[in-house]
């Protein structure tokens, strides 16, 4: 097993690990290691079936069932289909996936703890994903925004209705207020500052996508603040940018990572993944 980092901010590249077949604990603690010092990791060539990924994925921690039913695989709902390929004029997998900046589930209570997502099908051109260290964006903010993050707490959405920061997909348009009212109905509160539970590093935790608001503080005032705090920690040194391979899996850690799909997909290309979600803990 061999480990090349992918770039100043982050990511790591492991080479000559088959994660078709079970990885021995003292491989895996490796592998676990180098998750934590790199925040992604790369394992290129994989041939994995959903059970294969899904037993690659538990060694991280519990699987997450994702809020949206419709693209879970029939058999194996802990596979999320992310696609732009249509069939009878209908999206197979969710095709807005990533489209602002964000980590995953941050809008549950316990957000995700890491993401799994492996290539099936990769385009000739876009459909590159964004990553930023948030341990970098928290690390290099100026000492006064520091102590006055510091205890602030942020509100966390699903509903894209509510967030004039994020857009709403054509797709959904017609089906928007109910899809965002039933599929996640309850915000949730997050520390806009999180300490990461492996590694007692603290990363910033608010993302355009789903935080919306600071708690105590007035409206203008957190807009603002947010504002202030979303250009920082997608400063361009802080960014790795992952060009896919067929057969890629990535795992990314959500507790201290924003990500973004940059798209850009040909009309004609298809893309299509397969994603699992580790569950994470409350944040604090
Ligand atoms: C995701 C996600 C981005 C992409 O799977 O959580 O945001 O580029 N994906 O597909
Ligand atoms: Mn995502």
């Known amino acids: 097993m061999q480990i090349n980092r992918l770039s100043d901010a982050l990511g790591a590249e492991i080479a000559g690990l088959d994660l078709s077949a079970p990885v021995d604990d003292a491989t895996f603690e490796q592998v676990r290691e180098a998750f934590h010092a790199h925040q992604v990791i790369v394992f290129r060539d994989q041939r ?20 949206s039913t419709r693209f879970l695989l029939a058999d194996h709902p802990e596979v999320l289909v992310l696609s732009n390929r249509k069939v009878n004029g209908e999206y197979v997998g969710v095709e807005n996936a990533g489209d602002h900046w964000h980590s ?20 000739e051109i876009g459909g590159d994903t964004e990553w930023a260290n948030q341990y970098m964006a928290y690390d290099s903010l100026p000492q006064a925004t520091k102590d006055r993050v510091a205890g602030l707490r942020a509100r966390h959405t699903f509903n894209r209705l509510r967030n004039p920061r994020v857009s709403i997909p054509e797709h959904h348009k017609g089906e928007a207020a109910q899809r965002y009212a039933t599929l996640s109905p309850d915000d949730a509160i997050h520390p806009v500052v999180r300490i990461h539970p492996a590694t007692g590093r603290k990363a910033l935790f608010v993302s355009p996508r789903f935080t919306i608001g600071i708690e105590d503080v007035p409206e203008a005032e957190g807009q603002a603040l947010l504002d202030e705090l979303f250009a920082h920690a997608t400063r361009p040194e802080f960014i790795y940018r992952h060009r896919w391979r067929q057969g890629d899996l990535l795992f990314w850690d959500n507790r201290c990572l924003l990500h973004l799909a940059c798209r850009g997909i040909p009309p004609d290309q298809i893309r299509h993944m397969h994603r699992t979600t580790v569950a994470g803990d409350i944040p604090y």
């Open 104 to 123: 995953d589930l941050s809008y549950k209570t316990n957000p995700s703890l890491g993401s799994l997502l492996y290539a099936l099908e990769v385009p």
């Open 48 to 67: 994995l079936t959903p059970e294969q990924q899904i037993a690659a994925s538990r060694r991280f921690g519990e699987l997450e069932i994702h809020i």
